[in-house]
């Protein structure tokens, strides 16, 4: 079955300190997504990534395909950056269906 | 305002009550997708189309119809709910016809509740 795991289910940091968050998934992928999930219940799409690395702003997402491994850090953390983050994957090239992550719940204290 | 609206916000209604949930973006694009999002099993896919009249199951589409007959819009119909479809359903939508090599804008979400 085409799975997608994150890790760590949970995280607490302090304002300020660097932040991994990691994804891996089973089998070949043709996209992997990073979504944000408010504590409000909003989400907003951080990066897509076929290949490489992305950075936006203090967020960078970096995928190594070989691996079926993607993380993303996040430099200088604040409060503001808590929420849950999620990972998606599109197995293969024939669907356009995605495959989600059970998140990872970030919580940076001040 | 560019954005993902879905109608209504909160639900709550009894097993085998057809109900329809609205998405309609105003963003012109061309894909739209339907989620449900359960505590511990995260997002799932229901359905999604790549554009006017062509639409494709996601991971759990079962129990779940949908149609595009317009650019804007999406619904979700339930034809006869039951409570294992208590969930938080969100609509998203994106440019192009994949869903997977673009940039997705999500609606705010609504929380349906079967008795």
Redesign the interface.
Known sequence: KNEVEQSPQNLTAQEGEFITINCSYSVGISALHWLQQHPGGGIVSLFMLSSGKKKHGRLIATINIQEKHSSLHITASHPRDSAVYICAVSFGYNTDKLIFGTGTRLQVFP | EAQVTQNPRYLITVTGKKLTVTCSQNMNHE?M?WYRQDP??????IY?S?NVEVT????VPEGYKVSRKEKRNFPLILESPSPNQTS?Y?C?SSTGT?????????G??TRLTVL
């Open positions: 894909y997708s511990g099993l995260g997002l799932r896919q999604y790549m494709d199951k996601g991971d938080l969100f998203a994949s869903g997977r090599y673009n940039e997705q804008f999500f705010p979400g």
